[in-house]
């Protein structure tokens, strides 16, 4: 299955300041893992993806905070908060990362491949309407699920990041045509994504929150798949998997405790991307702040979607947290 693979150069160009975790390294690393995927057998095609439109962007921000970001980063740049820091290039950054997804909504209609990795940055899930937040200026994912919803398709966004997606997660908290799904570390920035959070009004029942204490391993992921999201999918019967893939839940991350391996990323990619038909499959890439296990989970990632099996480290097994997928499974009966 032909992987579409898309990056751009000014993704480099983004710098959230000095020692910043977030740093145009990690996207050489994912690089890197992709040419793996591919030296091991993954068909790929590269692409660079266009910017993001305004009419795309207005779907999920306000256009007074996209006034404000531009004109922010067009002026100089600094910190946007504690934790989130821009340059004068990284408005230019933020419209590829915005607009990869959409790109890539429109070659898999065409027939261009059965799935497609987005390799940009900066990353987006922790981006709210109005505000800039924990790294992300816009929010990637979010923007594609709302471009597609709009179309009447019906989307499930799966995240994986160690630290909870609350600004997607606050973006489609009351809308019943995109379900969201986070398995994340508790406690954790940014403090949100506890079971009982699990959507309102036309969204009821369609925010799914897997709050694992630090060292849950790939056991407990796998249940939770089986359990929960799989139940979840066939009752929204979604058209199109959106995946945040942040590989800072690896065991190896400087940001968080949790205690998967390059190994499960296999299974877990494998496993979600099942849940809508090839051609209808979109990674975007989040976390992941140690360099060699982004390398080699990018590598197990784009491999799985190519369809093939590539393990640079064993799976981590073990029950810890199997009781958050208890109460997961619950909630999902309410």
Same mark, same amino acid.
């Given at each position: 299955?032909?992987?579409?693979?898309?990056?751009? /150069? &000014?993704?480099?160009?983004?710098?959230?300041?000095?020692?910043?975790?977030?740093?145009?390294?990690?996207?050489?690393?994912?690089?890197?893992?992709?040419?793996?995927?591919?030296?091991?057998?993954? *068909?790929?095609?590269?692409?660079?993806?266009?910017?993001?439109?305004?009419?795309?962007?207005?779907?999920?921000?306000?256009?007074?905070?996209?006034?404000?970001?531009?004109?922010?980063?067009?002026?100089? %740049?600094?910190?946007?908060?504690?934790?989130?820091?821009?340059?004068?290039?990284?408005?230019?950054?933020?419209?590829?990362?915005?607009?990869?997804?959409?790109?890539?909504?429109?070659?898999?209609?065409?027939?261009? %491949?059965?799935?497609?990795?987005?390799?940009? &940055?900066?990353?987006?899930?922790?981006?709210?309407?109005?505000?800039?937040? %924990?790294?992300?200026?816009? =929010? =990637?994912?979010?923007?594609?699920?709302?471009?597609?919803?709009?179309? %009447? /398709?019906?989307?499930?966004?799966?995240?994986? *990041?160690?630290?909870?997606? =609350?600004?997607?997660?606050?973006?489609?908290?009351?809308?019943?045509?995109?379900?969201?799904?986070?398995?994340?570390?508790?406690?954790?920035?940014?403090?949100?994504?506890?079971?009982?959070?699990?959507?309102?009004?036309?969204?009821?029942?369609?925010?799914? =929150?897997?709050?694992?204490?630090? &060292?849950?391993?790939?056991?407990?992921?796998?249940?939770? #798949?089986?359990?929960?999201?799989?139940?979840?999918?066939?009752?929204?019967?979604?058209?199109?998997?959106?995946?945040?893939?942040?590989?800072?839940?690896?065991?190896? *991350?400087?940001?968080?405790?949790?205690?998967?391996?390059?190994?499960?990323?296999?299974?877990?990619?494998?496993?979600?991307?099942?849940?809508?038909?090839?051609?209808?499959? #979109?990674?975007?890439?989040?976390?992941?702040?140690?360099?060699?296990?982004?390398?080699?989970?990018?590598?197990?990632?784009?491999?799985?979607?190519?369809?093939?099996?590539?393990?640079? /480290?064993?799976?981590?097994?073990?029950?810890?947290?199997?009781?958050?997928?208890?109460?997961?499974?619950?909630?999902?009966?309410?």
């Amino acid at each position: 299955m032909r992987v579409l693979v898309g990056t751009h /150069e &000014r993704c480099f160009e983004h710098w959230a300041g000095p020692g910043h975790p977030e740093s145009p390294e990690r996207l050489a690393a994912v690089l890197v893992g992709v040419a793996e995927a591919e030296d091991a057998g993954a *068909d790929l095609a590269r692409w660079a993806p266009r910017p993001a439109r305004r009419e795309e962007l207005v779907g999920v921000h306000s256009a007074a905070y996209l006034d404000a970001l531009e004109s922010f980063c067009r002026s100089g %740049g600094g910190r946007l908060d504690p934790d989130t820091g821009a340059v004068p290039e990284s408005w230019e950054a933020a419209l590829v990362a915005a607009g990869a997804g959409p790109d890539a909504v429109g070659r898999l209609r065409a027939g261009e %491949g059965a799935a497609a990795f987005l390799a940009v &940055r900066p990353p987006g899930h922790h981006a709210m309407p109005s505000t800039p937040m %924990g790294f992300c200026l816009l =929010n =990637n994912v979010a923007v594609t699920a709302m471009h597609l919803a709009d179309q %009447g /398709e019906r989307v499930l966004i799966v995240d994986w *990041d160690a630290h909870h997606g =609350n600004g997607t997660q606050d973006v489609f908290f009351s809308d019943g045509r995109v379900a969201y799904v986070s398995m994340h570390q508790w406690p954790l920035y940014p403090g949100t994504g506890a079971v009982e959070e699990t959507g309102a009004g036309d969204g009821a029942g369609l925010t799914l =929150n897997l709050p694992f204490p630090p &060292r849950t391993a790939g056991d407990t992921y796998r249940a939770a #798949i089986d359990r929960t999201l799989a139940p979840l999918a066939e009752r929204l019967d979604p058209t199109w998997v959106l995946l945040s893939a942040g590989f800072d839940s690896h065991r190896a *991350d400087p940001l968080a405790s949790l205690g998967l391996s390059a190994g499960d990323y296999v299974d877990l990619t494998s496993r979600v991307v099942e849940l809508a038909p090839p051609g209808r499959r #979109i990674v975007f890439l989040e976390g992941g702040y140690d360099l060699d296990a982004l390398t080699a989970s990018t590598a197990a990632c784009v491999a799985a979607l190519a369809g093939l099996e590539l393990r640079p /480290e064993a799976v981590t097994t073990g029950d810890r947290g199997i009781e958050v997928v208890d109460a997961a499974a619950v909630s999902l009966t309410r």
